[in-house]
């Protein structure tokens, strides 16, 4: 009775959101005890069942396939209600919603559209997203899965690895390069729908992993070798590595909605800890380092609201999102660094009781880790935010940085409070681990623009003033760290002399 109410794509959002609350809420807490749940792999049949009755994914479904319609505001406030209760449902949700649906809603073809949609709103299916190659992660655009066309099929040959739901979904997105008559791969790169239920589409799951988080998600690599109907390939409005961007920029900009929530659950916890702990007499609370902390959790949360609320204005399937790089990557690495950083706070705070895997805090560790990693890693996406902006400050003949990103719109008012910081002209060849420390200060200040965004709509002044701060103080540490010009050299044959005990007794 209730499924079929929050079912009907007409009922507000709030009841629908809240019924999906109630449900989580009710799976991981009640039915279930997620601590516990949580020290062994897989998600039980049964909280998958509570949790998607409700059609939750319905969201990403477009109007006229009878779903909510893919509005962004509604996704992130999606996901930050399911990483509240669980980052890997939250995960589970995002895979299913960035790396499937709306790529599929955007390029796919009306026969693969109407399929796949009516199995998710009737039958509950999921899907996911295969790049990941054993030979070929960061360097995806290399990938050796192939695929060549028989007149009536394709058939994609390869192996992938670490693509979440792993022998899970009922439907994966594979992305493969063209074979030539020569043997040769084309560059561009494809994007195949493969209906795992169909002959001759079935993935041969060769090894299951032992993922050291996100237990209840499935990871291990694949092997590929399957006919996909000509309907099937997605649509590219240009080339396929423009499709790529446009879908990865999307994705990162929806990491905010799975890092809210996990936020906000690690600071309560913090706070609800801190106020009940006695050390020494006095409530933890009381000490002006745990203050720090728990402030420092504070503009986290304040960050990631901020970012939700500016990605729910531009990360809609209608923008083409391919030349958004600096953006989304500033938005990806920034937060899930904060992710990380507010699970091992929790710890500090909580001490020994969180080293456990049953403490939501320790399991937070394991389990936001991946974030930093997957979708782009995060030394490689610092670098090249820097390198677009220095590639922009070269076309403009712009050498100092205050000037050039006063005149930014994605840096525009931060930068009203980091002249000092700011005022003086960038060396435009820099190394690679210099454009990662200008890249990390970057995004923080793109962020503190989002977050004087925030401001203006309306959001509690203190949190935002607090949050203005502390980003204040982090880029002028990370500026500091920048101007400092001295690099240690890697010594790669260091052994000899550098053994201490050998020094006094040869
Ligand atoms: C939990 C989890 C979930 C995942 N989910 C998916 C999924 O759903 N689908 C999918 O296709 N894949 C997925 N992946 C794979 C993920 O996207 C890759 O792990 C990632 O792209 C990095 O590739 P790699 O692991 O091969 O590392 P490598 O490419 O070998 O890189 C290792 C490290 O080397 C450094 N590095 C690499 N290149 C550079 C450079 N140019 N400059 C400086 N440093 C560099 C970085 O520190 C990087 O972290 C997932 C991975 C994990 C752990």
């Known amino acids: 009775m209730k499924s079929n109410l929050v079912s009907n794509p007409k009922i507000p959002f709030g009841i629908f959101l809240e019924d999906f609350r109630d449900r989580s809420r009710h799976a991981y807490r009640v039915r279930a005890d997620i601590d516990q749940l949580s020290t062994s792999r897989g998600m039980p049949p049964f909280v998958m069942r509570e ?35 669980s980052l890997a449902l939250s995960l589970t949700l995002g895979i299913n919603s ?55 099929s394709y058939n994609v040959k390869g192996t992938k690895h670490w693509a979440g739901l792993t022998g899970w979904a009922d439907f994966w997105l594979l992305t493969a390069r063209e074979q030539m008559k020569s043997g040769d791969l084309k560059r561009d790169v494809d994007f195949f729908l493969c209906d795992v239920n169909q002959n001759g589409q079935q993935i041969v799951v060769e090894e299951f992993f032992d993922n050291l988080g996100l237990y209840q998600i499935p990871y291990g690599r694949n092997r590929i070798d399957v006919e996909i109907p000509l309907l099937h390939r997605l649509q590219p409005h240009s080339t396929g590595i423009k499709l790529l961007l446009d879908l990865l920029h999307r994705s990162r900009l929806q990491f905010p909605g799975m890092a809210l929530g996990f936020i906000q659950r690690m600071m309560d916890e913090a706070l609800s800890h801190t106020k009940e702990r006695i050390v020494s007499g006095k409530r933890l609370v009381e000490y002006d380092q745990v203050q720090h902390r728990l402030a420092e959790l504070q503009s986290s949360f304040t960050i990631a609201s901020a970012m939700c609320a500016n990605s729910s204005e531009k990360a809609g399937i209608e923008h083409d999102l391919s030349g958004s790089g600096v953006e989304a990557n500033a938005v990806k690495s920034y937060v899930t660094d904060l992710m990380q950083n507010a699970a091992q706070s929790l710890v500090q705070l909580v001490g020994a009781k969180a080293y456990r895997l049953s403490h939501i805090g320790g399991r937070g560790i394991t389990d936001s880790r991946p974030f930093q990693i997957f979708e782009g890693s995060n030394d490689m996406l610092y670098s090249q935010i820097s390198d677009a902006i220095v590639k922009q400050m070269k076309q403009a003949k712009e050498s100092n940085l205050f000037k050039f990103l006063q005149s930014n719109d994605l840096t525009q008012k931060a930068t009203g409070y980091l002249k000092e910081l700011l005022d003086f002209n960038l060396n ?28 203006t709509k309306g959001f509690r002044s203190d949190l935002i003033e607090n949050s203005i701060s502390s980003l204040q103080k982090e880029i002028t540490s990370l500026m500091g760290q920048f101007s400092y010009m001295l690099q240690p050299q890697l010594i790669v044959d260091y052994q000899e002399n550098s053994t201490w005990y050998d020094l006094g007794n040869r």
């Not at 998607?52 to 406030?77: C, D, F, H, T, W």
């Open 51 to 85: 949790v998607m009755s409700g059609n939750p994914l319905s969201i990403n479904i477009p109007e006229q396939y009878g779903g909510r319609g893919g509005k962004v505001e509604e996704i992130l406030a999606l996901l930050s209600a399911a990483s509240y209760e």
């Open 98 to 152: 960035a790396l499937f649906l709306q790529p599929l809603a955007k390029y796919g073809s009306e026969e693969a559209k109407s399929m796949v949609f009516d199995r998710f709103m009737t039958a509950q299916n999921m899907g996911g997203l295969m790049i990941t190659e054993p030979g070929h992660g960061s360097d995806a655009l290399n990938m050796q899965t192939s695929f060549t066309s028989s007149g009536d």
């Open 428 to 455: 435009l060849e820099l190394p690679q681990r210099k454009m990662v420390e200008l890249g990390q200060a970057l995004s923080r200040i793109i962020s503190m623009e989002m977050v004087l965004d925030l401001g």
